[in-house]
């Protein structure tokens, strides 16, 4: 069955591009051009991911997302002309998946769609591991394992190996890290989390300054890179 996006944006030209992709790569999909528009068809067409402009003539799309978060999980992929890095991570913040800045590359864009429609599945699957490549963090055990030796990690370091394990290919921000790591107070405690990663990975990279899983994101935060097959 064909998956659902929803594209709310009111630029015609990037509409009618996004449109016509969709149909070619096997896509269905439905538009509108407003916060107001948007809700009432998210709510009527209940649609698989949403790909939301920040720039709404009724308002900012960053309001929107919050809105659907309230309510729905959905995979949500920002598609912005707005290059700025506040608001790159201020819409990540308010529950964004993902990002895009305009102009943009539609290759890209139907592999960030492809992985975060594959993320809306897996959590269904209840499982006792994750594999990327030749590490596997099993959640029961507690174990992780790189080309099958047992890594030795601290509690943190497990932790945040998980966080970013479960959230595979996602941009996430330091806040989001920080809050889900460490718990509320620490939002402000970039230096723990800098730490924490190059010491992770020293332990998980054949090159810790050329890293292959944990990708440094300038000015936002960190997103952990596997490349399913």
């Not at 790569?25 to 009432?40: G, Q, T, V």
């Not at 943009?104 to 959590?123: Q, Y």
């Not at 890290?177 to 332990?203: A, D, F, H, P, S």
Request: with cysteine.
């Amino acid at each position: 069955m064909k998956k659902l996006i929803h594209i709310i944006e009111d630029d015609l030209s990037v509409k009618k591009l996004l449109e016509i992709t969709f149909k070619e790569y096997e896509f269905n999909s439905i538009s509108s051009d407003s916060k107001k528009n948007a809700m009432m068809m998210f709510l009527s067409h209940n649609p698989d991911l949403l790909i939301v402009d920040l720039g709404l003539p009724d308002g900012d799309g960053k309001d929107f997302i919050k809105q659907i978060r309230e309510i729905s999980k959905v995979p949500i992929i920002v598609l912005t002309a707005r290059h700025d890095e506040k608001e790159i991570v201020a819409a990540l913040d308010a529950g964004a998946d993902d990002y895009i800045t305009k102009p943009f590359s539609v290759n890209e864009l139907l592999a960030r769609i492809r992985a975060n429609l594959r993320r809306k599945i897996e959590p269904e699957n209840i499982t006792s591991s994750i594999i990327c490549d030749e590490l596997e963090l099993n959640i029961v055990s507690r174990d992780i394992t790189l080309k099958n030796e047992k890594l030795k990690l601290t509690p943190i370091e497990y932790e945040l190996l998980k966080y970013f394990m479960l959230n595979t290919n996602k941009t996430l921000t330091h806040n989001q890290i920080l809050q889900e790591v460490w718990g509320t107070g620490y939002q402000k405690e970039m230096q723990y989390l800098r730490t924490y990663v190059n010491t992770l990975r020293k332990k998980i990279e054949k090159n810790s300054t050329r890293p292959k899983y944990i990708k440094t994101q300038s000015g936002i935060g960190y997103r952990f890179s596997c490349n399913q097959n």
